[in-house]
């Protein structure tokens, strides 16, 4: 695949008509014409494919898809007992779940990615949990000296990095965050601090499985079709090889491997085959003299069985409780321009071990591409080649059961406690769609967070 793949015309030009005909949706896209009729019917089909299941009333996101063959669940077994397991320092008790540290901010990925949603990332007093990260860097993409690109607030021995505490800002509604750092020899300064909350994990293996000439059909970094949004592929290098990002808030990690491997390197202080070096920096010493794990401590065994337990993570199926309001909802969704990046539709490639996978329309709701969402959304600092003012397009799939969880947050920090508030910050690329939005009688908005809270 060459960069000029995405800058065909045929890609610009099939962009609308083909998200639109995924749904029905006809004349949707960036701009604000009309949706169809409301007698016209929608034709759903299963948003995970052969991976949807019904809605588990305690742990939907935490159930298996129902296609895959029991024989097929050995390794997916154990990839769950990883992720569930309390991770120990070494030397500990289990040889298999220790290394931890000597620097992390969680002992077990379930702290932060809970069953039936996401753990809170804020307390009420102010205080944060290890459900939120804080990235450190600055506009040109350079990391902290010291702490490097990812803030430990927990260690094993001797000292952490530092803690943070949150407030509101009066004026706008952005949250401030304070950093108290445990060494104070050194300080953040000409550094920036970024929240980032856990995700949920709806499909990320089937996301892993969208090819990047589909991803790159809805490419149009020059907004050649002058629509206003011009997302582009965030093209990372792992293990050698360029790939196109598809995984974190920024896209930074383009396959599930390497998405894994990464937080088990930053959150959790182990290394991997991917990371076999620990997370210090060249002026922290710890690491040095903790005991290690292994080399690596998660083997190349554990690290793809965490990476089949999440390729096989069921999508939970549809909450709709009136199914004439919910197209009318999608419609809306449609006609004011959020389909020109949250694109409804994604179809998976062939899974050689898991072939019941294969070839399953999503509807995840993203186009995986990085937009420019202006400066309101902006925390300055650069990952890789996305800017501070770049996210990637979040799939919204299973919002409707996030928003349900106590302390839900939305955004790349949180800083949204409703999905009303989510689009409402929406700037950049996204301001003309957030614009109709508001537009919206009280009657039309109801409509789409109804269809929002359903998919």
Same mark, same amino acid.
């Given at each position: 695949m060459t960069f000029s793949t995405w800058k065909t015309p045929s890609a610009w030009a099939r962009r609308t008509l083909a998200v639109a005909a995924s749904v029905g949706l006809v004349g949707c896209g960036g701009g604000s014409g009309g949706g169809g009729t409301a007698e016209t019917p929608l034709n759903w089909t299963s948003p995970g494919g052969n991976a949807t299941v019904a809605v588990h009333a305690t742990a939907p996101f935490m159930q298996f898809a129902p296609s895959i063959d029991a024989a097929q669940m050995v390794g997916v077994s154990q990839g769950r007992e990883l992720f569930v397991a309390e991770w120990q320092a070494a030397p500990g008790p289990r040889a298999l779940l220790d290394g931890l540290g000597p620097l992390f901010n969680a002992n077990a990925c379930s702290a932060c990615? &809970?069953?039936? #949603?996401?753990?809170?990332?804020?307390? %009420? +007093?102010?205080?944060?949990?290890?459900?939120?990260?804080?990235?450190?860097?600055? +506009?040109?993409?350079?990391?902290?000296?010291?702490?490097? +690109? @990812? !803030?430990?607030? @927990? =260690?094993?021995?001797? *000292? +952490?990095?530092?803690?943070?505490?949150?407030?509101? @800002? %009066?004026?706008?509604?952005?949250?401030?965050?304070?950093?108290?750092?445990?060494?104070?020899? =050194?300080?953040?300064?000409?550094?920036? !601090?970024?929240?980032?909350?856990?995700? @949920?994990?709806?499909?990320? #293996? *089937? *996301?892993?499985?969208?090819?990047? &000439?589909?991803?790159?059909?809805y490419a149009d970094a020059d907004d050649r079709n002058g629509d206003g949004v011009s997302g582009r592929p965030h093209w990372v290098t792992e293990e050698g090889v360029t790939r196109i990002g598809r995984f974190g808030w920024k896209a930074i990690n383009a396959t599930l491997r390497t998405q894994n491997a990464g937080a088990l390197h930053q959150d959790m202080g182990l290394t991997t085959p991917v990371n076999p070096v620990e997370n210090c920096t060249p002026a922290q010493t710890v690491c040095a003299t903790a005991a290690s794990g292994g080399t690596p401590e998660v083997s190349e065994a554990s690290l793809m069985a965490v990476v089949d337990f999440m390729t096989v993570l069921a999508v939970p199926d549809r909450r709709i409780a009136d199914q004439k309001a919910f197209d009318q909802g999608a419609r809306l969704f449609g006609s004011i321009g959020c389909v020109a990046c949250h694109r409804p539709t994604l179809t998976t490639m062939t899974h050689p071990r898991f072939p019941s996978l294969s070839n399953q329309t999503l509807y995840a709701y993203t186009d995986l591409l990085l937009h420019d969402m202006g400066d309101g959304l902006s925390d300055g600092i650069q990952e890789k080649d996305a800017s501070p003012r770049e996210w990637r397009t979040p799939p919204l799939w299973g919002l409707g059961i996030v928003e349900q969880k106590a302390g839900a947050r939305f955004l790349h920090d949180g800083r949204a406690t409703t999905l009303r508030e989510a689009i409402e910050w929406h700037g950049g690329e996204a301001q003309s769609a957030r614009d109709r939005f508001t537009g919206l009688g009280e009657g039309d908005k109801a409509l789409l967070l109804q269809f929002l809270r359903g998919i």
């Open positions: 990615h &809970a069953v039936d #949603g996401r753990v809170a990332p804020y307390t %009420a +007093a102010g205080g944060t949990t290890p459900a939120v990260l804080f990235r450190i860097g600055n +506009a040109s993409g350079n990391e902290h000296p010291v702490f490097g +690109a @990812q !803030l430990q607030h @927990q =260690s094993t021995e001797g *000292l +952490a990095e530092g803690w943070v505490t949150w407030s509101r @800002q %009066a004026t706008t509604g952005a949250l401030n965050h304070v950093v108290t750092l445990f060494d104070s020899t =050194s300080d953040l300064s000409g550094y920036h !601090l970024g929240a980032r909350i856990s995700p @949920q994990l709806v499909g990320m #293996g *089937l *996301l892993d499985l969208v090819s990047e &000439a589909q991803i790159l059909e």
